[in-house]
């Protein structure tokens, strides 16, 4: 039933284990959707109820603990024998007198692990001030240490069945963008294009489908290209202006983010057409150079590189790594493609490297996903890197 | 600019303020995105860095403090004046060294309300452990209390301009439920039957589309109907089975969910039919009982009576109030129609009303989402209530 063979699972937790013990930590509670999953295979659209793997240094198994209706979901979608799945009655859901991590405490102290140094991830995004404070107060003999980011640091390079699924996302990514490329123009509601950016997403090709990202589509246009994150309107697409295209494909999970700028009308800019072509470019040359042993931050000195050429300067991120995730984010919140980012580059690293170059009143940007393979670099889509004029 | 008149979001704050005061707090920093929203007009898909606003008792406006990149979607969705925009610098993104909420403790001491009472929402989805330990940590004279809920119980009664907006939403969510229905058949993928659920939603209709709602479509078949959470993927649909339909419509944050099931073949079981039957006529009476002036408590009672006569039971809680959500919910958390809730139903309450009956093998549901109104109650979609068989 998982998605990765149980000896897979069972590898990522004995790596997992070793860094806790380097931390010094005998027990690990793992907030995260994207580290649950990677753990153990869960995956549900649960994590809008507190919900945790727990992972101890002597114990073969981790634990799921969860809202009671979703642990049939566990038993579906994880490795895990029927003991390690536990369930909270529903009492504990939106209560202010007790709280799902009271129910883990009683757990973990249940297990003996109550006075033990126990790892948290003090800053997931549905581990609550709340669910912190319920937990110290249910184990006030244990003490905790903050495990923010120790899985995902350990989800940076891909098994080679993780790159199978991210290639499956880049080849959905590919027909993403080339959808909205096709929908959009003049007079097409913003909400439409949306509409089938939505529709190349989850239907996928025959062989696969797709899977809900994490981020929703991003199609800015106007005066809104200046303020990144607000969502599509009803408005109409106006002639002879530019479209950002924040896009992204998913396959169980895994994902591949692509961005591409597309100019609707007759008469794009001489200044625009010139600094697509200048970043495109400077795209192809990061790219190329990308090799397994080169630095994160020597990646990012090729493209600063470039630009500077042209008198130009970027803020200084140009890329991330990301796969696995749940929303809010795609991004892994470890290596960055930046200055002082010091991570030696591996195989099956995978980045999303984005590119955006913005003037006072316009801009181009242009992304790929890829992973770092024996010899340079694998792209996971594959669409043209150029400006796409819209006639 | 913003969605409602500068005077909606005025009175808003007014009544948090009232609230405020009543439990004792000067100042409110708020996390939740659709608090912020509800106060500010603030909307972006940016909640996935740490972002707030906070409310003092003595200020006449509220502060946004956002990821600098971010400041221009708060200037373009708020009608907050620049001096209450303030934009963190990215050094605070994802840094080990320094968190933004130690940037917003800064704004707040500056402001000269360190030392004061500040409320704040410890449960809220993206109000990480860390966040407040580092909020704590920037003000260290400040008292602070728990102030989850205080704004979601505010946004239990809906103005008319909201309502307006559930009203367009339950249209596109009638859309919403046709073409899933119509698009269901055995040998269609799930992934294709979501990518035309997906469409409806934000195509939404001629005159309004569509926004992306806080949970993604479920639409689970087979033995997954015992898994409410988990997503759809690439099987086809078979032949002679049940599908449960999880779905909604959002317009401009506004939500409204809808249920239904179907049955795919031409030989529905006659014990799912008399349950389908049963189970719609309880729906059907439940809503012509609800007035103003009854206890939430109450509408639940009646269904419970009613099925009762059948000699059956449901798990207690059958709706509960929504409308305003960011993923990765749209319910907000406060009145729920069950046993216990002495919540007094007012004009322009709104709630989702979901009655599911499961069997060992076989199950039903059917909801409703609505708003209480003068006499009784004014559904939002407009969705035969009854099992679907597709043959």
């Known amino acids: 039933m998982t998605l990765f063979a149980e000896a897979e699972y069972r590898e990522r937790i004995d790596r997992a284990r070793q860094s806790m013990v380097k931390a010094g ?25 507190p919900q945790c793997v727990v992972v101890a240094v002597d114990e073969d198994m981790p634990l799921w603990i969860g809202r ?61 001030a709340r669910a912190y404070a319920e937990l110290s107060r249910t184990l006030g003999d244990a003490k905790f240490v903050n495990a923010d980011l120790l899985v995902n640091w350990l989800r940076l390079v891909k098994s080679d069945a993780e790159i199978t699924l991210m290639r ?13 490329i096709a929908k959009l ?22 062989e696969f489908g797709g899977d809900y990202p994490s981020i929703v589509p991003m199609m800015p246009t106007g005066e809104k290209t ?8 009803d408005a109409p697409y106006e002639d002879e202006q530019m479209v950002n295209l924040e896009l992204a494909a998913c396959r169980h999970r895994y994902h591949c983010p692509i961005a591409r700028t597309a100019y609707l009308g007759s008469r794009p800019p001489e200044k625009l057409v010139a600094l ?44 991330y790594a990301m796969g696995l995730n749940y929303p809010p984010d795609w991004g892994e919140h470890t290596a960055s493609l930046r200055p002082g980012d010091r991570t030696v580059l591996e195989k099956n690293m995978t980045f999303h490297m984005i590119l955006g170059m913005w ?8 992304s790929e996903s890829f992973r770092v393979d024996e010899g340079g670099c694998e792209t ?11 006639k």
């Open 25 to 49: 930590m005998e027990v690990l509670v793992l907030a995260d959707p994207a580290n649950m999953n990677y753990l153990t295979g869960y995956d549900g659209w649960s994590f809008y109820v």
């Open 68 to 128: 009671g209706m979703d642990a049939a979901g566990a038993r579906h979608t994880t490795f895990l024998d029927n003991n390690s799945i536990i369930g909270y009655p529903d009492r504990y859901v939106q209560s202010v007198e007790r709280h799902p991590m009271n129910f883990v405490g009683d757990v973990i102290r249940e297990r003996g692990w109550g006075k033990r140094t126990i790892g948290l991830e003090m800053d997931a995004y549905y581990f609550t």
């Open 168 to 180: 499956q996302a880049g080849v959905i990514a590919g027909r993403v963008m080339r959808t909205a």
């Open 185 to 206: 123009a003049p007079g097409v509601r913003e909400c439409d294009a949306v509409a089938a950016v939505y529709y190349a997403q989850m239907a996928g090709t025959e």
């Open 226 to 233: 200046s303020a990144p994150h607000l969502t599509w309107t």
């Open 276 to 319: 697509a072509e200048h970043t495109v470019e400077g795209l192809n040359l990061t790219l190329d150079a990308i090799r397994p042993g080169m630095r994160a931050e020597e990646v990012e000195l090729i493209w600063r590189r470039h630009i500077a050429k042209a008198g130009l300067e970027k803020e200084s991120r140009i890329g």
């Open 359 to 366: 003037m006072d009143d316009y801009g181009f940007e242009c």
């Open 380 to 390: 996971f889509a594959d669409v043209e890197r150029k400006l796409f004029v819209k």
